[in-house]
């Protein structure tokens, strides 16, 4: 794979990790988020946070070309659990981050429930809010802790890429640029 490639694909994914975590960041007021449906949603912006980091790791760690790298990831649809799977890392944060997901059984929740009827259904247990509810998404501190771990994923995952390095205007390969390009619009064919 084009390393270049790898890294903007990689990076595109990262920035949809970050936005959002920017948006459950704007939008999270322990008080103030009152209704299921607001819940679930915030609860939805933190796991495709996660989705977006593994997808970019994923990217990051993949020596197959492009196109058959995305492919590997669209066949894990929005499962965290076949996301991890897919990743080799056996860095210490990593490992923790995996614990975490496992302690806490991170599948059970769906980005379905970013609709107002799948939340309902989702979390009330016997036709009631329950303890699947007061325990997770109606307790700010479970909430807050998903999202501290999905942005330490999405800083673990960021760390990956650290080579910066200045590129003088006459070191730009145009041709390069723009074969990539013509290979990132062809990812999805």
């Not at 939008?27 to 997808?55: A, M, P, Q």
């Not at 066949?75 to 923790?96: G, P, R, Y």
């Not at 036709?127 to 501290?148: H, Q, R």
Request: charged share 30%.
């Amino acid at each position: 794979m084009n390393e270049q490639l790898r890294k903007e694909i990689a990076g595109f994914f990262l920035q949809d990790s970050g936005d959002y975590l920017a948006r459950f960041s704007g939008l999270f007021n322990e008080y103030g988020f009152t209704h299921i449906g607001n819940r679930s949603k915030l609860l939805v912006d933190i796991l495709f946070s996660i989705e977006c980091s593994l997808k970019a790791l994923i990217f990051f760690e993949s020596q197959d070309d492009e196109k058959k790298t995305y492919n590997r990831i669209k066949k894990c649809s929005h499962k965290i659990e076949k996301l991890l799977f897919q990743i080799q890392s056996v860095d210490a944060d990593f490992i923790n981050f995996k614990k975490f997901v496992n302690q806490i059984s991170l599948d059970e929740y769906s980005i379905c429930s970013r609709y107002s009827l799948e939340a309902n259904i989702c979390f009330r247990e016997n036709g009631v809010l329950g303890n699947k509810y007061y325990s997770t998404i109606a307790n700010p501190d479970w909430i807050k802790t998903l999202y501290e771990e999905a942005k330490k994923l999405k800083e673990y995952v960021g760390s990956k890429d650290v080579s910066f390095h200045v590129v003088d205007f006459s070191d730009i390969d145009i041709n390069e640029l723009l074969e990539n390009q013509k290979r990132l619009s062809d990812i999805a064919k």
